[in-house]
């Protein structure tokens, strides 16, 4: 009898253990590093793009050349929604067309915050930074001919916050020179 009651015991101790295991930082869940690719007009650039923004919790910096995709600007505006604070960073000179200009009326419209950039020849970054630990770039304007028509590449690396930090520091360098739209 002695043995079974042992036995029984040293089960106990171990189920009310079992949670300190999922619990103590020795043994929590580590998001690791992973890089994704995808390419257009295919529609994979285009899904990482969106599946980057949907991503956010707490933040979204990105930089633009061509900025008119209406998938980006919804995104965008769902995220705002859900409590993400996003500010965007586009050329001046290659938003003047209508579609830009409407694109950009409408991230007005939602109280995003929205600079333009004319110190250089071509702002030509197109990179999408979340949460201070995601970047997503590539070749991908934020364009409907860039998702439909053009080859465009997209590279999104995850959980690398030492890459993302890289990226927020020529962020705000961009921001910094920027002008409120």
């Known amino acids: 009898?002695?043995?079974?009651?042992?036995?029984?015991?040293?089960?106990?101790?171990?189920?009310?253990?079992?949670?300190?295991?999922?619990?103590?930082?020795?043994?929590?869940?580590?998001?690791?590093?992973?890089?994704?690719?995808?390419?257009?007009?295919?529609?994979?650039?285009?899904a990482l793009v969106l599946d980057t923004i949907?991503?956010?919790?707490?933040?979204?910096?990105?930089?633009?050349?061509?900025?008119?995709?209406?998938?980006v600007m919804h995104a965008l505006a769902k995220a705002k929604k859900r409590g993400v604070d996003v500010r965007i960073v586009v050329d001046d000179k290659g938003n003047t067309n209508r579609a830009s200009q409407e694109a950009m009326k409408y991230i007005n419209l939602l109280d995003i915050p929205l600079r333009t950039v004319?110190?250089?020849?071509?702002?030509?970054?197109?990179?999408?930074?979340?949460?201070?630990?995601?970047?997503e770039t590539g070749s991908y304007n934020f364009s409907r001919a860039a998702a439909r028509k053009?080859?465009?590449?997209?590279?999104?690396?995850?959980?690398?916050?030492?890459?993302?930090a890289q990226?927020?520091?020529?962020?705000q360098d961009r921001w910094n020179k920027g002008t409120d739209w």
């Not at 009310?16 to 999922?22: D, S």
């Not at 990226?167 to 962020?171: F, P, Q, S």
Request: net charge negative; hydrophobic share 40%.
């Open 1 to 46: 009898m002695s043995g079974k009651k042992t036995i029984v015991t040293l089960l106990r101790v171990s189920l009310l253990a079992c949670p300190l295991l999922f619990t103590t930082p020795s043994f929590a869940m580590i998001d690791t590093p992973s890089v994704k690719v995808g390419f257009s007009p295919e529609g994979s650039a285009s």
């Open 54 to 71: 949907n991503s956010a919790e707490s933040s979204i910096r990105m930089m633009a050349y061509s900025f008119t995709d209406p998938d």
């Open 118 to 135: 004319d110190a250089f020849p071509i702002h030509h970054d197109k990179v999408i930074i979340v949460d201070g630990n995601t970047v």
């Open 150 to 164: 053009n080859s465009e590449n997209v590279v999104v690396l995850k959980n690398m916050p030492d890459v993302a």
């Open 167 to 171: 990226y927020l520091e020529h962020w």
